[in-house]
């Protein structure tokens, strides 16, 4: 079976968030099962995995997009190093850029990139037998294969579409189809919601399976989906919720090199407390003290407008008795705040950056993460904390529903009902508590890197929707 997952991101070759970590580790799960071959195509982009790897052009050719014409060159990754096929779409002036969003033309962006891979596919004359969109960005593959004339050759194809965020919708005017390739206009309908162009909801109308990354947040879409939500309801019969795994090559605390020191299950109580004086002593803490941590976009789904009050309200209540680290960063309100209380607290350490090896070390150095989400669709930082034996003290919500249970009910974890700063800090004294108590922190630690959260199980479920 020759699967096509197109997406924006892959870690390690271009990562926002949790996306990129699906799409580099899912395929490669995947390819364990025999007869199973699946490929990542992600737009190219100008990273330092690009510029180490060796690529062959596989395909050079051109697209039009309103009056303009754009080159299209896909570029192979010659020796599979990440476990699967990887190929790049570049197209100069559109898709050779340093990041994958936050340019001013993103939605054109986008529409080339999809425009792109189906060009190349159709021009190759390569039919596969799925096509797997993640997120709006490629979330009109699915209208584009059975309604544009020029992609006749992939009419058909079966297409799975994976809400990775439903908050993010890609919505565009409609003057936006002049970059579109040419389709029937009498479909147009199939792309419109609410009077504008809106991808998340064309995918859903258009493919032959969607899902959402955990069941829980399957279930809430249906109540709450920035307007989908009667969508959802109609597309009910195609609705399936697959809960995320991680990639535990990568994170392994026994291996991991972006470690001080790395530990496993029997070692864990000395290796965290190794590298929790490491982190500590570079970031001006005490390492008596319990320790939570905060990684995250500062985003307002994410909760990160509640965590200075949090951080606040927590370190004045226990009279500086706990530490608080904060890896993020986003909204630039947010970014000022914390850099202004990190001058008066002690307490309170903050790194305002996105750094991938320093996130590992957190994670290993915590007692505790905290993640105060109003919207999780999943969520991997809590289940990357408990396979370093750090306890996550959630908002009840989610994917985190799905794979964090509390230390009351059997679990391994804290949850709390309301993203609101009294519950966390509810939560955060609950969980002081259970740190001072070492037999049973130290109990939990255990369950927690005792969990298994592999992709082999999601990564069958997967196959099984697309043989479905
Ligand atoms: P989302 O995709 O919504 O941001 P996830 O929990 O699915 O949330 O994934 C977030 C991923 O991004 C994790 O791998 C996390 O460690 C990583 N991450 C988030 N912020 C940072 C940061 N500032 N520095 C390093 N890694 C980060
Ligand atoms: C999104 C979600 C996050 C999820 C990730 C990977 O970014 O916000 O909850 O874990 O996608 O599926």
Redesign the pocket.
Known sequence: MNIYHLSMECYPVA?????A?VVGALPKYQNKVEGINAKVVMPWYNKPFVWEQEFEIVFDGFIHQSHHMFQVQVMKEKSNALGFELYLVKIPGLLDRDNPYGYWDESQQFLAFQHGVLHWLSAMQIRPDVLHCHDYHTGLVPFMIENCPDFQFLKGVKTIGTI??GEYQGQMRWSMAQYMPWFDSWKGGLLDWGGYINPLATMIKCCHAFNAVSSGYMEELFYNFRGLESLVWQEKGKAHGII?GIDLDVWNPETDPMLDFNYNKSSASEGKWHNKQALCLEYGLNPDLPLFSF???FAN??GADLIPEIAKNAIEQTQGGINIMI???GDKAIENRLREMNHVYVNLSIDL????Y??HKIYASSDFLLMPSRV??????QM?AMRYGTVPVVRYTGGLRDTVQDVTSGGAGLNFKNAGVEDCVHAIHRAREIFWNKDYLQNLINSNMNFDFSWDKSAENYLNLYRN
């Open positions: 990562k926002v968030g949790g996306l970590d990775h965020n995320n990684i995250g976009r789904e994410k890896l993020g960063s950056g996105y750094k991938e320093l996130s999780e669709p999943c969520g991997l930082n990357y």
